[in-house]
């Protein structure tokens, strides 16, 4: 069965260090989101692609974050430098473009941990 | 705006019951998706059930089913006869046309006990 990968599944880091996380969605899904999870709360989406293209990076704090999906497929995001604050799941999600009812597959989700 | 209310933020429910998990939400689009996903300590999440805003049917998955009021604005979650394996976090989430963005509610926290 085709699932979203996500890589680091676990990563420590000290403050003012950068991280990065990969994902790599369902072949042929056009729609690659990212969401930063924190314990005991809802996914808030920190950046949405349609193919290689930004469509919602409204909530992205740009000044330390950075995502992007240069050939439509895989993905990376960035976080230089990482703050105390930036300890939470981040989950990879895509789905198929168009239509309300494609739902979103979710990979296994990368832990970070800012010391 | 687009908007998903969880009200309960833990749930309890004795095993083999029925439990309901509300959700109401906010959206002026005609033409939307509702979707519950189940999201266990390990962290991954996972999809439950859909209901698109054109259904006249309540969709059902098994055990669960949603109960769907588009007057009321509710797609609540119906899981009937609990297990101890559904103890979890469950989230509802909508589907909009902007885009096709999803928006999440702050999730309800459900423990089953035996």
């Known amino acids: 069965e085709a699932e979203v990968a996500q890589s680091p599944r676990y990563k420590i880091t000290e403050k003012s260090q950068a991280v990065a996380f990969w994902c790599d969605p369902i072949s042929g899904h056009a729609t690659l989101y990212w969401y930063r999870q924190i314990l005991g709360q809802g996914p808030e989406l920190l950046v949405q692609f349609q193919d290689e293209s930004v469509v919602d990076d409204s909530q992205l704090p740009k000044d330390r974050f950075s995502a992007e999906r240069l050939k439509g497929v895989d993905s990376t995001l960035k976080i230089q430098p990482a703050e105390l604050g930036d300890s939470a799941m981040y989950l990879c999600?895509?789905?198929?473009?168009?239509?309300?009812?494609?739902?979103?597959?979710f990979g296994p989700g990368t832990r970070l941990t800012v010391l | 705006a687009q908007k998903i209310t969880q009200t309960q933020p833990g749930m309890f429910v004795q095993e083999k019951e029925a439990v309901t998990l509300d959700c109401t939400y906010d959206t002026s689009d005609q033409s939307y998706g509702l979707f519950w996903y189940k999201q266990p300590s390990s962290g991954e999440m996972i999809f439950l059930i859909y209901?698109?805003?054109?259904?006249?049917q309540n969709a059902t998955e098994g055990r669960y089913s949603l109960n769907f009021q588009k007057a009321r604005k509710s797609a609540n979650l119906v899981i009937s006869a609990s297990q101890l394996g559904d103890s979890a976090m469950y989230f509802c989430a909508m589907r909009g046309r902007n885009f096709n963005k999803f928006y999440f509610g702050s999730g309800t926290k459900l423990n089953v006990k035996p």
């Open positions: 999600a895509s789905s198929l473009a168009g239509g309300q009812g494609n739902e979103q597959f």
């Open positions: 209901q698109g805003s054109y259904d006249e």
